[in-house]
């Protein structure tokens, strides 16, 4: 019984701690794009405007729950969920820390690319029941790029398979430990990284929501809790990815053993959070046929040919 | 050398093969090279072979050459395989040697012509045919070569088909062969029906055996065999498509006429002389056949004008020697004249061919004249060739061989004094029409202007034939002139021979030869009283009422096209139009209809509509599923 | 551990594909019959793999995995014909693309 | 295990009739997906996960997605929902509604006439597919790539716009005929 308590506690464990710390990065966010554009952000409410999250929350929950006369009414409630739902999901297979994952399964990174390919009715759904024309250019934007960045997202892992021979998220940390994979797999883990941001359609990709463009894209229409959920998610989704990069190429949990190993891990995870949001405060957005030819021309052709390389290299030396 | 046997028959075969899928890029030298060359080498090696046989025979006297198992279902079991004894390898020697003269002959006289190679093509096929049947060694080969030899007349007939007389002759002369062939394959079932083979050897020697003389089945075998033999040869009642076959280009008829298809009646016969010999019913048959045909076609031939049909209906008539030799059972005679008509009748369509070529391929010789000094060499070969023909005494070949038959249809076991005296004045006959021929053409008047004088392409194979037409005969001699027996006693081992019979009489025997050499001479005299010096007398007798029908009679070949047409061919086209709708029809006519009613009701099912195909898929699942679940 | 049977597995996925193939008979909408064959590719693969759980053998799931390649190449062209239907026709009423009926 | 197996088993029918009634086809396409999940729980309890991952990587993941794509592309607005309304008679589905009945309770009838094996729910590890793939049915695979690349070409060929080279003033002039 004591087992199935802390097969709980740590779903529970984890659930609070992401939902908390994708509340957090909004404020973070803020702060960090205010610093890198020489201004203040949030500094009002509470000690360097830590309370804004509160604020912003409590603004969002008391806002009329408005559902457009025109939409296709419960496909527009259901939408927002799936990808909070989704990424939420895709948490259950992250190795915390040496015993802290809810669920190691012998295919978890499989599973986590299932998870955020499911991200992508996200948008497509709520950009379609939105009966709005921007809205659905955004997913149609959207689930082009989601289709197309999936692809070799799940191609460039698959060197991190060959090297650790497992698609167990443990196993492949626990491989990593004489060298992380970031080296052999450096290729990998930049196709990784682009189509991590393009699959949480971050800017400098965030085509589907482009605010100049198509006035927030696929959810011009959501207001209140529901454009929280949106919100949430994609921080969530932020959180997933860096989490995923610092597991498949940075050793996950590894590091000095003077820290504990979570510790490393939020460290980790931190930096590429940084990283995203120090994308989206310096790269410009490309055009919609840049981004795919991006993709399908110069990704694809890369992730193919760095899965061949690692499998020949892997073949020659004989592991 | 006998191991080069099979090159006889397969180097014409691959002249055609030659010819046919390449002849139009070859072009008219090499063609005629081909076609020419293959015969050539063919007779060469044919030549080669008979020294070889001469000098030392085979084991048995016959050569057998097994290429490969033909057919093989459980009894039946047919070879393709060569059989060379004395008998065959006359007729290949015959065949490819007068049938080199008769190609080398065709390349002058078809050089205008712009089917060139097809036409050597279907020579060379026909020569390869021919040369498979007398060279099979089982019937049923000698069947695939005799249907060979039939097509292959039929093409070279309708060979300029681009005149509908001429596909109409090309017809002719395939169905009437047809009636004859079906009857000769009915013969060759009961044949294997009671030996269980068709191995020629394996059938002469297990008759005797199985049957005895006067056998019914022998008979009716024989005579369905008979059939087929009168229907290749043109004898009667099959002869009417001989002379119609002169539509073909000259050179065929040539090769027709002398060294292919019309013999191969009678080397069938002599082939099966052994079931023969158990029938003498058929013998007699065979001997009537014979002496009737001679008779009829000799009288046809007397009033024909045209060149061609003259020589056509002289070959009836020389068939009809040979088949009255073969009734009477004299064998070797029978060979003998073949041979030397070969020779001769070759030579005779050759000239006439030159004679056509030199007016204006005008075939009506009462429209010619005096072509003897325009044309020196043709009229001087014509003219041996008409001498063997008329069978002048002594010095032609033709003489001795027809000689031999008329001896021997009196003298022979199965001959009597009526077809001795048919034979003799047949030989009358004969030359009368050669020599009312020869006068009408060659001299009198010159008529139309010589457009073509012939090279040495044709001069040589004239002087070649001639030369046999003239000697050939010498190599058997009769009991009364020194009694020369080398043909009959080469022949000997493949065929009965006679002699021992035939020659107790001997004032008889002079007699006969007197006879009929005046005769000869009598009727050469007579041709020129008539037809040179006095035609008065002819235009006279044919201005009255009878002789203008006699001559009308007779110049139809004796009414036997307009017996036909009366006979068989107006009842039979009167029975297939009123019985245009029997009730075999009926069901031909039904099927389609019932084929349209369910293509109507299927184009109805097919709607265009994706649902209604996939629930007829169901209803066919569910029928399907159903059965196998009850089962 | 389970008494899930092959039987129970086979009746499913025979469920699943009469569903599918119903599917495929009573909608007009090309749309819904490419989902409908969908249904049945996959009610197939499901029958696959039952069939090689009960084997214990990887062969089941090879056969699902080539069935999930003849899908997705299906699905490709299937919707790029649909794409030019709707453009020619301008429903995606299967029974409009029946000039071609004989 | 048994209970959450009849569970999805369960979900996964309902929600496939749900599927084929649909008239709005984002619905359909919606149950759709709930229907691929179901089987993936199927999958992964009966001791394939490997294949649960590719069912909702690929099945949900792309071949749904691109079908929501091309939905999205078409624009059908509620004329079509109505237009599906009306096609979806009763008396259009109950005579093939009868026929699969047949043949399933056929096909119900033939699988239980058949000894039954349990199934042990024992994992197979992907390695084990993917050595049987790249050993046994190597034929197959590479089938399959030329399947997916005649797909990819098909689909490319089908799907282009055939541009009107006609000039704009002639297009004119042929729509006034």
């Known amino acids: 019984m004591s087992d199935t308590l802390y097969y709980l506690l740590i779903i529970v464990g984890v659930l609070v701690v992401m939902l908390t710390i994708a509340a957090l990065l909004i404020w973070y966010e803020r702060r960090m794009l205010a610093l890198w554009q020489d201004r203040y952000g949030p500094n009002r409410v509470g000690p360097f405007g830590l309370m804004q999250v509160m604020a912003d929350m409590v603004k969002i929950f008391f806002k009329e729950d408005w559902i457009a006369p025109f939409a296709d009414k419960w496909v527009f409630i259901f939408a927002p969920t799936i990808i909070v739902v989704a990424v939420l999901l895709g948490f259950a297979v992250v190795p915390f820390a040496p015993g802290i994952v809810v669920a190691d399964m012998n295919i978890g990174l499989l599973y986590f690319l299932a998870m955020s390919s499911l991200g992508a009715y996200s948008i497509l759904l709520g950009g379609i029941s939105s009966n709005n024309k921007y809205s659905l250019l955004g997913s149609l934007r959207g689930a082009a790029q989601v289709i197309s960045y999936e692809v070799f997202m799940g191609i460039s892992l698959m060197g991190v398979v060959i090297l650790s021979d497992s698609f167990s998220l443990v196993k492949i940390v626990e491989a990593q430990k004489n060298m992380w994979f970031v080296i052999p797999q450096f290729i990998g883990f930049v196709i990784f990284f682009i189509a991590g941001v393009a699959e949480t359609h971050r800017a400098p990709f965030d085509l589907p929501e482009a605010e100049s463009e198509l006035v927030a894209g696929f959810h011009s229409e959501y207001s209140g809790m529901k454009f929280g959920m949106f919100f949430v998610g994609e921080y969530l989704g932020i959180t997933l990815i860096s989490a995923m990069i610092a597991t498949f190429f940075f050793g996950g949990w590894l590091g000095p053993s003077f820290l504990p190993p979570v510790v490393w891990f939020f460290i980790k995870t931190f930096a590429f959070i940084t990283l995203f949001i120090l994308l989206r405060a310096s790269l410009p957005r490309p055009r919609y046929d840049q981004l795919m030819s991006l993709g399908w021309k110069i990704l694809l052709p890369l992730s193919l040919v760095n899965l061949l390389v690692t499998a020949a290299i892997k073949l020659a030396i004989g592991g | 050398m006998y191991d080069f046997l099979w090159l006889v028959p397969t180097l014409p075969f691959l002249g055609f093969l030659i010819l046919a899928l390449f002849g139009k890029k070859l072009g008219k030298t090499l063609s005629a090279f081909v076609g020419v060359g293959s015969i050539g080498i063919s007779a060469l090696i044919t030549i080669l072979i008979g020294i070889r046989f001469l000098s030392s025979p085979p084991e048995g006297d016959a050569f057998v050459q097994t290429l490969w198992t033909w057919i093989a279902v459980d009894r039946f079991n047919v070879n393709i395989a060569l059989h060379l004894d004395a008998l065959s390898l006359v007729f290949t020697f015959v065949i490819t040697f007068v049938g080199f003269w008769i190609h080398l002959y065709s390349v002058e006289y078809m050089a205008d012509d712009e089917s060139f190679s097809r036409f050597f093509a279907y020579m060379n096929l026909f020569v390869g045919a021919m040369l498979l049947l007398v060279l099979g060694d089982n019937l049923l080969l000698l069947y695939l070569g005799w249907e060979g030899v039939g097509l292959c007349s039929y093409l070279l007939i309708g060979f300029w088909y681009k005149d509908s007389a001429n596909g109409y002759a090309a017809r002719k002369a395939f169905i009437v062969t047809r009636v004859g062939d079906a009857a000769m394959a009915i013969g060759l079932f009961l044949l294997f029906y009671s030996f269980g083979t068709l191995n020629i050897q394996e059938i002469l020697t297990q008759a005797p055996q199985t049957w005895s003389v006067g056998n019914n089945l022998a008979v009716i075998a024989t005579l369905l065999l008979l059939g087929g033999a009168v229907g290749k040869s043109a004898q009667l009642p099959l002869q009417v498509w001989l002379p119609d076959a002169m539509a073909g280009p000259t050179p065929t008829s040539a090769l027709i006429h002398a060294a292919t298809m019309v013999t191969a009646g009678v080397y069938l016969i002599a082939r099966m002389h052994g079931i023969y010999e158990l029938a003498p019913v058929s013998m007699f048959v065979v001997a009537i056949v014979g002496a009737a045909t001679l008779l009829i076609a000799g009288f046809a031939g007397l009033t024909q004008v045209d060149i061609k049909r003259v020589l056509a209906y002289s070959t009836i008539s020389q068939i009809g020697y040979m088949f009255l030799a073969l009734g009477v059972g004299a064998w070797s005679a029978a060979i003998f004249h073949f041979m030397i008509h070969a020779f001769f009748k070759a030579l005779l369509f050759l000239g006439a061919g030159a004679i056509i070529l030199a007016q204006h391929h005008e075939q009506n010789m009462f429209k010619m004249g005096g072509l003897a000094k325009a044309l020196p060499v043709t009229f001087w070969t014509f003219l041996i060739g008409s001498g063997s023909l008329a069978a002048l005494p002594l010095v032609t070949a033709g003489f001795y061989s027809k000689d031999a038959i008329i001896w021997f249809a009196w003298s022979a076991e199965g001959g009597n004094i009526y077809l001795w005296a048919a034979a003799v004045f047949g030989a009358f006959i004969t030359g009368f029409y050669t020599f009312r021929m020869v006068f009408v053409t060659f001299f009198g008047q010159q008529k139309i202007d010589v457009s073509h004088f012939p090279k040495w392409t044709i001069h040589v194979p004239l002087i070649v034939l001639a030369f046999f037409a003239l000697f050939g005969g010498f190599i058997e001699l009769p009991g009364t002139m020194g009694h020369f027996t080398l043909f009959s006693d080469f022949l000997k081992s493949a065929l009965p021979a006679m002699e021992e019979v035939a020659h107790e009489n001997v004032s008889l025997e002079y007699f006969s030869q007197i006879l009929t050499a005046v005769l000869a001479l009598v009727s050469v005299y007579l041709a020129y009283v008539l037809y040179l010096k006095k035609p008065q007398i002819v235009t006279n007798f044919t201005d009255t009422g009878f002789g203008k029908g006699l001559q009308q009679f007779f110049l139809s070949g004796l009414g036997f096209d307009w017996l036909y047409e009366r006979l068989f061919i107006r009842p039979y086209v009167w029975i297939a139009r009123t019985n245009k709708r029997d009730f075999i029809d009926l069901f031909y006519v039904f099927l389609p209809w019932m084929s349209r009613q369910f293509h109507y009701a299927f184009s109805y099912t097919q709607s265009g509509k994706v649902r209604r195909y996939i629930l007829g898929i169901a209803l066919g699942a569910v029928v399907s599923i159903t059965i196998v679940v009850i089962l | ?102 | 295990m048994t209970i959450l197996f009849y569970i999805a088993a369960i979900i996964a029918i309902i929600s496939t009739i749900m599927v084929i009634t649909r008239t709005n086809v984002i619905h359909a396409l919606l149950y759709m997906v709930v229907s691929l999940l179901a089987t993936a729980v199927m999958f992964f309890l009966i001791g394939a996960p490997f294949i649960a991952a590719l069912e909702i990587m690929i099945y949900a993941g792309a071949i749904t997605v691109l079908f929501v794509f091309v939905v999205m592309m078409l624009n059908l607005g509620e004329e079509a929902v109505k237009q599906e309304k009306q096609w979806l008679s009763f008396s259009g589905w109950i005579f093939p509604a009868f026929l699969s009945l047949i043949l399933l309770l056929e096909v119900i009838f033939i699988i239980s006439s058949s000894g039954s094996v349990p199934i042990s729910g024992k994992v197979i590890d992907p390695k084990l597919v993917g050595q049987s793939l790249f050993t046994t049915y190597l034929i197959g695979v590479e089938l399959s790539a030329i399947l997916l690349l005649a797909g990819i070409i098909g689909a490319y060929h089908l799907a282009r716009r055939k541009k009107k080279v006609v000039h704009r003033f002639l297009e004119l002039e042929g729509a006034e005929e």
């Not at chain 3, 499913?12 to 590719?41: C, D, H, K, W």
């Not at chain 3, 090689?52 to 080539?66: C, E, K, L, R, Y």
């Not at chain 3, 020619?88 to 000039?99: G, H, I, R, V």
């Open chain 3, 1 to 102: 551990m389970s008494s899930i049977s092959l039987n129970t597995g086979l009746v499913i996925a025979s469920i699943l594909f009469f569903l599918g193939f119903l599917g495929v008979m009573i909608r007009r909408n090309i749309l819904f019959m490419l989902i409908s064959v969908e249904i049945m590719l996959n009610a197939a693969g499901l029958a696959f793999i039952f069939a090689g759980a009960s084997h214990n053998a990887p062969d089941g799931q090879v056969m699902f995995i080539f069935i999930l390649t003849m899908a997705a190449a299906e699905v490709a062209v299937g919707l790029a014909l649909l794409i030019q239907v709707y453009q020619k026709f301008k429903t995606l009423d299967s029974d409009a693309a029946s000039n071609m009926r004989g």
